[in-house]
């Protein structure tokens, strides 16, 4: 007959076995748990937050990302469009909106990388974001006034330096990227040019292409069909291989400028803490499509050289740019901080 002390240690030790396996079950299903939540995104609209105006570049490609997006996953995409504080109020939105997926930010690189370097912002562009997908980037392009007497880069910067009162260059606003790009142009070159701001590209590219300014750096988007007509004379694009849009147009590198690279970009973020099967989903989509050829020639066609690199390889690019811009803001003393 067993002892009392040995039905005692047998009895502990099968409510210990027991409580193992409830506890191994309880933690099976709590593993289970947060997969199966992602699983079920998204059954409800998804926002995307856009910094700037509707009927710009941005919102545009934005919307071809959004239709995509909803044909993929059976439910809206919807574009927001928050223009103002040069895009800040978009990524603060973006910061302080629920980690659950069903809000992102219709990122570049004004917003992420120039606008933190450049003033007091309520938003990390690091800390605060989960990187997604670099969708696609586009450079810029150096344009003149046909009247202007050059045809090339090297034409420009003799003339520049010949000129006995300093010339001025059109940009979009202080710290744009046509502000911030010539800037770096400019020191490389060894030219001292005077900055004319305007409060948008519109009113600044209209002042060139009219005669008023010699010179601007262009999105691609918008050189594209300025220079097809005439309007405008485009002398070199700052891609490190020449842009399909412009293959008549060379780069910089080409031009005597080695290393010399700007680009955009645009890509989708979330708020830090958005679940990774979330961010890995909607990053996998946009890789796949970027690599259909009707897709990515829609993008191709709104100035967009097709990328779609994933949350690694954009964080990457997002830390590079940080650097490097934060770099041009004090190039360009263009700080309000």
Known sequence: MPRAGATSVRS?????????????????????ARPAQCLDWPDKPVRIIVPFAAGGNNDIIARIIAQRLGEVFGQQFVVDDRPGASGTIAAQATARAPADGYTLLFANVSVIAIAPAMMRTAYDPVKDFAPICNIGTYPVVLVVHPSTPVTNVAGFVDYVRRQPVKLAYATSGPGSLSHLGMAMFLKRAGLDMTPVMYRGGAPALGDVIAGHVATYFANLPVAVPQGESGALRLLAVSTEKRAPQIPDVP????????????????????????????????ATEISLAVQDRKFAE????????????????????????????????????????
Do not use: C, H, Y
């Open 12 to 32: 502990q030790q099968m409510q210990a076995r027991r409580f193992l396996l409830v506890s191994l079950a309880i933690f099976a299903a709590l593993s289970l």
């Open 251 to 282: 780069t910089f590198i080409e031009s005597g400028f080695p290393g010399f690279k700007i680009l955009t970009w645009n890509g989708l973020m979330a708020p830090a803490g958005t679940p990774r099967a979330i961010i890995d989903r909607i």
């Open 298 to 337: 829609l993008l191709v066609k709104n100035g967009i050289d097709p990328l779609g690199s994933g949350p690694e390889d954009f964080a990457a690019t997002i830390a590079a740019d940080v650097a490097l811009w934060g770099e041009a803001v004090r190039i360009a003393g263009a700080t309000e901080n």
